[in-house]
Structures are given as structure tokens and as C-alpha cells.
């Protein structure tokens, strides 16, 4: 039997100090060895203990939670879980702390101070099981496009997009595609849609972020926005998405239809309405997260003649989803994350120039027809 992974918790909470490790005890794969009240305490108990995994309460007196993220980066890193307040309060703390390095996050039910955590109990254990196997995984630094606060992004007209590119993505997920969409220009010709695994009430501060780092125009998703080029749009959390054509242009709807295998967004919910939809004309793109959801939409796209990619496993935080899609041979092509952004951008240029060659060679033939037209036409004064 394997060695149990070593936790330590720190919460500033004596409340949560007794209940977290009680919740984690109840699985023999996981050892709490120790606990500490706030980030000076954590950062001793790390030397002294070694722990595997650290959970991490965003909001402690002292030293806080991003404050003792960013030390535990600097020093030694390791896999450190977050929990964090509800969104309204705590999303934009959250993103920050992802940024910093945080493997991924839970965020605190409503009637935690009163010790109501068992909703996410599995949750947390399966994420601390997860952020064991990524030791040492590293993503590359983002780097976003320079955007002056309050300077608005120079308008763009709406044009219908080349390709739809459908993104599937969950743990690691937000620095990837912070990294993926600054790389994009301003002129790209395509429409995106992201599912990223996120709880409600956090991605609309994502989608701020997003748009930050972004050329692109990024928002949170509602019902009837429509797929224009250079636009992303993500799905809120605890709701599908999917895409429609319309008599008035193409756009995503919203659904509150039930979880996919445990998913609320889920990939395969919005791939399968992409190659339905869209056929050759789609792009899926399956990226770092735990699980095998959009592996099975991937397949639909593939099957419906569009393009299907899978990110590398070696620059994925977690290889699940891209893996599942690789292993039953449904991604046509594998790219590494720092390769992502050039690959769509190839991609869409390829496109452009398909449809110059064919708007010329439509011309040629035009042309053509008419010289023969003319030639066959007897002129009057040559009766």
C-alpha cells in the first residue's frame, strides 16, 4: 500500500481546524499532519512537517491567504488547494490566488461557519488526490496583452467567423487560457466558446480577467449572444451551453437541462451542439482537467468533419480530459499549450486563404465563360 498523502490545513477558523481534517480522515488514502491558524504558523509547520498538500483559507488575519500563497511559491512549491468565501466576496481573491500557482479550489458552502461542509467533502478529497499526482507540473507564465485600465478596446465590426471553436476545459484551466487568449490578435477571425469547470458566481470575475489579458472580446455567456469573430464567450457556471443557427445569425443558449456524468457545464453538452450544428466548420479543443468529459463531443465533431484537438499531456496540469480524447483516437492532432495560440491562428489563415484561392479561381472561371461567350457571338456587320 501506498504511502497516505500528507495534508496540512490552515484555516484562521479553530471551527474549520477540527472539522476539515475530521472530513479528510474518513478516507485511508489521506493523512492530515498537522494544522495551522494563519500564514506565519503555515509557512513553519511546511518546514517542520513537509507536507504533500496544503489547503489554503483565503481570508486570515496576519499574513493572508495570497500573501502565504505567494511565499510558499517563492520558497518550495507545492500543490495547495484554496478555500474560498462565496463568490460575490471572494472570486476576485480566488482568480489572483490561481494566477499565483494554486492548483484549484473549493469554494466554501453556504453555513460553513456553522460547519456545514459536507457538500464538499468528496469534492475536496478527490481535488487533494489530484493536486498530489501534479507535483512539479508547471504552466508557462501568461503573458497578457498590455490593456490601459479604463482605455475601452477599439471597437470592431461584427463579421460572421470563419470557424466555431469549442473549448473544453477544468483544473489548470484558468491560467491556460489566460496564457492561450493573449497570444490571439485583435483580427482573429474565429468565434470562441469555453467551458471551463468553474462553481457559479466565479466566472463572470473570470470572464473579466479573461478580457483583461485578452485582444478578443471575452464575457460570460447569456442566451442569444451572438458567435462573431473575435469574440469569446464562457459559459456561467451551473449552466450548459450550447450553439444555434438562427434566422437572424448564429448564437449560443443557455440550459438548465441536468448534469452530463456529473458535469454542469459540460464539454460534451456543448460539442455535441457544435457538430450538430456546425459540422466541418467546428473546431473542438479539449484542454487540461481531470475526467474524461468532452472526450465523447470530440468524437461527434471528428465524426461531423470538423477539426479536433487535444492540448499535449505533458503541458496539462491534469491529463484527463485531453488523455481520454487521445486514447480512443478522437483529437486529429495533439499540440502543446505553448503551441495552441499559433496553431489556431495557422488554422485561420489557412482558412483566408482557401477562400482566396477560391473567390479567384470563381473569377478565372467567370472570365472565361464570358470570352467564350463573346467569341461564339456573330457580330451584325459581319452578316
Not at 484551466?173 to 490578435?185: D, I, M, T, V
Not at 469573430?229 to 443558449?253: E, F, Q, S, T, Y
Not at 499549450?337 to 482566396?356: C, E, K
Request: net charge neutral; charged share 20%; aromatic share 4%.
Amino acid at each position: 500500500m501506498s504511502e497516505p498523502i500528507r495534508v496540512l490545513v490552515v484555516d484562521d477558523s479553530a471551527l474549520m481546524r477540527k472539522l476539515i481534517p475530521a472530513m479528510l480522515s474518513t478516507d485511508p488514502e489521506i493523512e492530515v499532519v498537522g494544522t495551522a491558524m494563519d500564514g506565519s504558523f503555515a509557512l513553519k509547520k511546511i518546514e517542520e512537517l513537509h507536507p504533500d498538500v496544503v489547503t489554503l483559507d483565503l481570508e486570515m488575519p496576519r499574513m493572508d491567504g495570497l500573501e502565504t500563497l505567494t511565499m510558499i511559491m517563492r520558497r518550495a512549491p507545492l500543490p495547495v488547494i484554496l478555500l474560498s468565501t462565496p463568490p460575490k466576496e471572494g472570486a476576485s481573491y480566488t482568480l489572483k490566488a490561481l494566477a499565483i500557482g494554486a492548483v484549484d479550489f473549493i469554494a466554501k458552502p453556504q453555513g460553513a461557519a456553522s460547519g456545514n461542509l459536507d457538500s464538499i467533502a468528496a469534492s475536496l478529497i478527490e481535488k487533494i488526490k489530484i493536486a498530489k499526482r501534479v507535483t512539479g507540473r508547471k504552466l508557462p507564465a501568461a503573458s497578457p496583452v498590455e490593456i490601459k485600465t479604463g482605455v475601452r478596446k477599439a471597437p470592431r465590426p461584427a463579421s460572421t467567423p470563419r470557424r466555431i471553436i469549442a473549448i473544453g476545459i477544468s483544473t489548470g484551466g484558468p491560467n491556460a487560457l489566460e496564457f492561450l487568449l493573449s497570444q490571439l490578435p485583435a483580427d482573429f477571425s474565429s468565434a470562441i466558446v469555453i467551458v471551463q469547470h468553474m462553481p457559479e458566481g466565479f466566472t463572470e470575475m473570470f470572464a473579466r480577467r479573461l478580457d483583461d489579458c485578452s485582444q478578443l472580446f471575452v464575457q460570460e455567456a447569456r442566451s442569444g449572444d451572438m458567435l462573431l469573430a473575435g469574440r469569446a464567450l464562457l459559459c456561467p457556471g451551473n449552466r450548459h451551453i450550447m450553439v444555434r443557427r438562427m434566422p437572424r445569425g448564429d448564437m449560443v443558449v443557455l440550459s438548465d437541462a441536468p448534469p452530463v456524468n456529473g458535469h454542469r457545464p459540460s464539454a460534451n453538452f456543448l460539442f455535441h451542439s457544435v457538430a450538430q450544428e456546425f459540422g466541418a466548420q467546428a473546431v473542438g479543443l479539449l484542454m487540461t482537467g481531470m475526467g474524461e468529459d468532452g472526450a465523447e463531443g470530440l468524437s461527434a465533431i471528428k465524426t461531423a468533419g470538423g477539426l479536433t484537438v487535444a492540448q499535449s499531456e505533458e503541458s496539462c496540469i491534469v491529463a484527463g480530459m485531453p488523455r481520454a480524447a487521445i486514447s480512443k483516437g478522437f483529437a486529429m492532432k495533439i499540440v502543446p499549450l505553448d503551441g495552441l495560440a499559433s496553431f489556431l491562428i495557422a488554422q485561420n489563415n489557412a482558412d483566408r486563404a482557401a477562400v482566396i484561392a477560391a473567390s479567384v479561381k470563381e473569377q478565372v472561371e467567370n472570365n472565361n465563360t464570358l470570352e467564350k461567350s463573346d467569341k461564339g457571338t456573330v457580330s451584325p456587320l459581319r452578316r
